[in-house]
């Protein structure tokens, strides 16, 4: 039996931009990704039966088929049916140490570490091009988080070009336990409140050319400028999540205000809301700062840092 541990990284948005719908029923997004510190473990040994088991400890996971990782694993035994066969089922626990339902990509980086893994365990030999092509089928972040590092995200998200990286910036992260915000929800809403905005035909490349103001932020992760980025941090969700959630919106007034925080933004679809610092000391008197400002159990805080890697292999038996 063989068995395989990985270290599966969250993801923030420093950059969502909805530039359009789309046939298909998603949006049209021009996005920046980036991975941080902040990271699940998953491990996956082989087990004798052609079966797929999921463990997690944390309450709010299912470990049935609804699980990502499951998912994953399972579209790995139907596009490989012979290796199924071959090196017979296997058995995933996920340590859960990214908030769930927070905008942090958690399910998602679960899935692409069952997707890196499990070519490993079956000696597949996939290119990462292929993992992320499997991983579109599975949701739309799913491609960025086996890819990792800090990349530009066009399509529904799962089109990635990599940008040079960031991995000194620290990042305060802060999420209400029993705040969940539905992703489809939030693009929904915002389809209906700004779907007049969109540009019609998303194949118009000289109209989607235009629709984009991503240009300020690429140029200062180009130029590895701190404060500028922190300065051009956008989501166009915050339209419509910080009107619906009023704790959201006011953690995001009490990071603003905050000495030593350059920008503050939402992540994804939410709730989860980050600030850039500049040194881990800032990061550590930010968390404090707010822990006595909001004072709610409910509140959970990290520091943590931007991080140049993907899924990473830390053990093989
Ligand atoms: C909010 C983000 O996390 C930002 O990175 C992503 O855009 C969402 O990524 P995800 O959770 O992997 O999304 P998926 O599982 O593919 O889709 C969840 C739901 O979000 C909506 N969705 C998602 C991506 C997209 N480009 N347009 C959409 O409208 C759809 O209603 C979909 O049913
Ligand atoms: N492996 C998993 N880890 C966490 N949640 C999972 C997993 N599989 C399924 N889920 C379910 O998915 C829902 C969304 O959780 P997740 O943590 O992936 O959200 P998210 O961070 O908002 O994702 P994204 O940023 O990709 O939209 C949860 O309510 C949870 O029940």
Redesign the pocket.
Known sequence: MRSYTLIAPAKINLYLEIIGDRADGYHELVMILQSIDLADQIELHSIDSETIRVH?DHP???TDK????YRAAELMATQFPEAFRKYGGVEIT?N?H?P?????????T??AAVLVGIDLLWNLGLTQSELEELGASL?S?VPFCVAGGTAIATGRGEQLSPLPSLDTIYIVLAKYRSL?VS?AWAYKTYRQQFGNTYIRNTEDLAARAAAVHSGGIVKAIFDKDTAEIAQKLHNDLERVVLPAYPQVLHLREVFANQAGVLGTMMS??GPTVFALVESFQQAEAVKLNITEAISSEDLELFVTRMTTHGIQIVSSV
């Open positions: 997690c709010q996971v299912p609804s699980n990502l990782a996920v859960k990214i769930v339902a927070a905008g942090l990509a958690g399910g998602s679960n899935a949701g972040d969940e992703t994804g679809s």
